[in-house]
């Protein structure tokens, strides 16, 4: 064989060891992809949820609220967020209509500026959120906020 010969089919090992790495690279992804794809988007919101409320939960939003889990509902679609008043809120007299007013406005006003739920949002998740008192285990109040009001 003379050196062009040899040359020509190293070349020719090469390319075929490249076409077969290109050939073992695609199908890897593509079964990644079709592994990631059998997820729907409400699954994963369910899933999400789930270990959302397993990692983080209960969590301490200031010292009047717990937050204890969050949920994800088929419908509305949105997410369920369940927590608990304590301490001095821990009380019926300070639910007046303009108390509870204002607090509605704050929630509607972080849920507009939250980036992190900008996915949620464009797919018009409603999004609801629970207090229930820690002394009584009543349920104290619950607002909900749609895409007609956050938009």
Not at 29 to 46: I, N, P
Request: aromatic letters at 14%.
């Amino acid at each position: 064989m003379t050196l062009q010969n040899r040359n020509t089919r190293a070349y020719q090992i090469w390319r075929k060891a490249v076409k077969s790495n290109l050939y073992f690279s695609l199908f890897t992804l593509s079964l990644f992809t079709l592994v990631a794809c059998t997820e729907s988007f409400e699954d994963r919101c369910r899933r999400e949820a789930r270990e959302y409320t397993e990692r983080q939960c209960p969590r301490l939003i200031d010292q009047y609220i717990v937050m204890d889990s969050m949920t994800y509902e088929d419908e509305p679609q949105g997410f369920t967020y369940h927590q608990t008043v304590q301490g001095e809120l821990d009380n019926d007299s300070l639910l007046t209509p303009e108390a509870i007013s204002t607090f509605q406005e704050e929630l509607l006003a972080r849920i507009r500026k939250d980036i992190n739920l900008r996915r949620y949002k464009e797919r018009g998740f409603t999004f609801t959120y629970r207090y229930t008192s820690a002394s009584t285990g009543k349920l104290f109040t619950e607002v909900s906020f749609g895409p007609e009001e956050y938009r």
